[in-house]
T-cell receptor, first 113, second 114 residues
Framework: GQQLNQSPQSMFIQEGEDVSMNCTSS?????WLWYKQEPGEGPVLLIA?????ELTSNGRLTAQFGITRKDSFLNISASIPSDVGIYFC?????????????FGKGTHLIIQP | GAGVSQSPSNKVTEKGKDVELRCDPI?????LYWYRQSLGQGLEFLIY????????KSGLPSDRFSAERTGGSVSTLTIQRTQQEDSAVYLC????????????FGPGTRLLVL
């Protein structure tokens, strides 16, 4: 099946630093999604990307849909303690349903005050 | 609340026992997904329900796993003869069919098989 490689696996940063994480795929996706999961909770959608080359922001978060359709990155600027959590990328193909919905293994973000 | 709810929050069981996990999706959402999240891993798709269509069971890891969705709403995931490797967080998500790719996740059920 399709594989998503998400990196880094974990990040230890100081409060106020910028963060960058990315996902690459061996195959094309039509949609890229970024989720955040906090302890004891389910993932929450942060940003959805629908077009190759699209750059979308949500507050301090910015994500881009790679032009090749095989990659995406997420940046967090000026990190704060509540940014701590696990960030997942997910790729999806048109038609909805379960086909093409693939998750990366997550990036654990730890922020030191 | 109006979100996806799951029960129980935590379940500890003995190897060989059967367990049932429940998901209440958001009202009006016709699509429902079950995922498994093992420690340090991403989400592994298990099964997908869409309206009255036959479910997509392609992600179920073995015939010990089954799920049903009654009346197009509540879903139950059943694991028979549990094994220690079944220990994981089981997440449910619902979505408006043909929607904007927004799956809403429940808080999950943490299953520990001793």
């Amino acid at each position: 099946g399709q594989q998503l490689n998400q990196s880094p696996q974990s990040m230890f940063i100081q409060e106020g630093e910028d963060v960058s994480m990315n996902c690459t795929s061996s195959s094309i996706f039509n949609t890229w999604l970024w989720y955040k999961q906090e302890p004891g909770e389910g993932p929450v959608l942060l940003i959805a990307l629908y077009k190759a080359g699209e750059l979308t922001s949500n507050g301090r978060l910015t994500a881009q849909f790679g032009i090749t359709r095989k990659d995406s990155f997420l940046n967090i600027s000026a990190s704060i303690p509540s940014d701590v959590g696990i960030y997942f990328c997910a790729g999806r193909n048109s038609g909805g349903g379960a086909d093409g919905l693939t998750f990366g293994k997550g990036t654990h973000l730890i922020i030191q005050p | 609340g109006a979100g996806v709810s799951q029960s129980p929050s935590n379940k500890v069981t003995e190897k060989g026992k059967d367990v049932e996990l429940r998901c209440d999706p958001i009202s009006g959402h016709t699509a429902l997904y079950w995922y498994r999240q093992s420690l340090g891993q991403g989400l592994e798709f298990l099964i997908y329900f869409q309206g009255n269509s036959a479910p997509d069971k392609s992600g179920l890891p073995s015939d010990r796993f089954s799920a049903e969705r009654t009346g197009g709403s509540v879903s139950t995931l059943t694991i028979q003869r549990t094994q220690q490797e079944d220990s994981a967080v089981y997440l449910c998500a619902s979505e408006i069919a043909g929607g904007v790719e927004t799956q809403y996740f429940g808080p999950g059920t943490r299953l520990l098989v001793l």
